[in-house]
């Protein structure tokens, strides 16, 4: 079976551009997770998407945005880049929170980096 | 809101036992994880403990919780090389439903 899957693995865009992020959950997981690991910084909580909605979100400007499709796949995207937003992007999945099971598994990350 | 501490280092001997320590302060999150995360690579889930056990064994790896004490640890016995890696402590549920991560504890082992 698939593990979480992410796109692109690496990204160098330049300040000011926009980027997608994408990531495909494991089969029958419906929530997704969005993380960003900055250098020393350890994991900071972007957006949480389940059965299509955003449940919650971490203390990210708006620029900042993602999106659940009906198939459970997500994109984070990042308008405006800054250079500080050069980052591992990591995306993380698990059955719906009201399930019992719910341990969250990780993609691979995204590696953006912002010149 | 949430608030996951763990040291930032910690440094063994091949051989030795690690244990990892992580304090938390959300006394309703209901599912505590711990994260293996290798140079260059994603998170890899190692292992997870429900609240109402206060401690799961499976191989080398002991997590023992202290729920009056918000506090998680992870033993990891007859530490090897190929242990050396960052170790996230994650929290689920209580107010916010995400996992919260604490910053990571960089174990080190020495040959």
Redesign the interface.
Known sequence: EAGVTQSPTHLIKTRGQQVTLRCSPISGHTSV?W?QQALG???Q?LL?YDEGEE??RGNFPPRFSGRQFPNYSSELNVNALELEDSALY?C?SSLS?DRPN????????TRLTVV | GEDVEQSLFLSVREGDSSVINCTYTDSSSTYLYWYKQEPGAGLQLLTYIFSNMDMKQDQRLTVLLNKKDKHLSLRIADTQTGDSAIYFCALRGGSQGNLIFGKGTKLSVKP
């Open positions: 997770y993380y910084l350890g994991l909580f949480w449940r919650n990591l993380a929170w719910t341990e969250a598994f990780f993609g691979q990350g």
